[in-house]
C-alpha cells in the first residue's frame, strides 16, 4: 500500500469527461504525488472510456491492472486506477514530458504546483525524440499539412486525403496544437481520443482534447520542454524511499538486451546519493516490481 500520499487540490474540469490532476509540489527532496484508487466500468462501457474518464492512458489502465482481459469486461467490474506517481528527474520547470510512462507533467510558472497529462507518444521506428526543446508556436484550430507518405499510404486503400486538411473534425491534430523547437514535433489534440497513452503517432505527442485546450490556454511561446526517457524512478517521501518502475519502451528492451540491472540500479542509487544516512533497500522487491510492473510506485526503503 501506498502511505504519506499528497492530496489532490483541484481538477481542471472541461466539457466531456476526463479530469486533468493539479497538486501541489511535494517539499523539496520529495517527488511523489497523486493516490492510487479504483473505479468500475459502468454496463456498456469499455477500459477506454473509464481511462479517460480517470485521465490515464491505455497502457497505463492495463499495466496496474494485469489480471484483466481489456476485450472481455462487464458492468461493475473494479479497476485500479494508478494515480500515484514519482515526479521524473528533471528540474521541475515548463513541461517534462517521460516518454517512457507516456505522461507529460506541466509546473506552471510563479506556482508551486504541477498538472500531469496522459499522451500518446511515437510508433517504433518513428520515435519521439528526447532532449530540451521549447514551445514556438501556439496554434488554434490547426491545418493538417499531409505528408506526401501518407498520401501515398491511404491513396493505396483508396482513400484520397486532401494535400491540406482545414479544421474539421476529422484532423488527427485535434483543434490546438504547440509546436516544439524541433519544427516537426507538436503536442496536439487527436481526433481519436483511445489512441492516447498509445504508441500511436508519427512522432508528435497527442493528448485528449479537453487536457491539449487546457495545456494550450496556459503555456505561452518560449515555454522550456524537456523530454525523457525514464521507465525506472526513485525518489525520497520524507525517509521512506520509494521506487516506480514501468515497461521499458521496445527500443530500450532490445538496446539493454532484457539486462535492466544497470538502469533500475543507476535510478536508485542516484536517489539514495541525496542522503548521507544508511539506507536499507528491499531489492527482493525492487525484483518483483520488475517481474510485472505496474506503474505504482511502491516503498522499497527507509533510512537507518
Known sequence: MLKKLPVLIAALTLPFIAQAKTYILPPPGDSLIGNVSYDYIKPGEDIKKLARENDIGYYEILQANPHINPEKTYGWQQFTIPGAYLLPDTPKTGIVVNIAELRLYYYPDRTNKV????IAIGMYGMETPTGNFHIIERMDHPKWYVPQSELK???????????VMPSNPENPLGYYGLRLSK????????NVPPTVGRRASAGCMHMYPENIKALFDSVEVGTPVTIVDQPFKAAWVGETLYFQAVTPLYEDRKAWGGNYVP????AIADAVAQTDAKVDIDWDRVRQMLVEPDGIPQPIGHVV
Do not use: D
Request: zero cysteines; glycine letters at 8%.
Open 115 to 118: 498538472v500531469t497529462y496522459p
Open 153 to 163: 499510404e491511404m491513396a493505396k486503400q483508396g482513400i484520397y486525403l486532401p494535400k
Open 183 to 190: 519544427r516537426t514535433y507538436l503536442f496536439h489534440g487527436t
Open 263 to 266: 538502469i533500475y540500479k543507476k
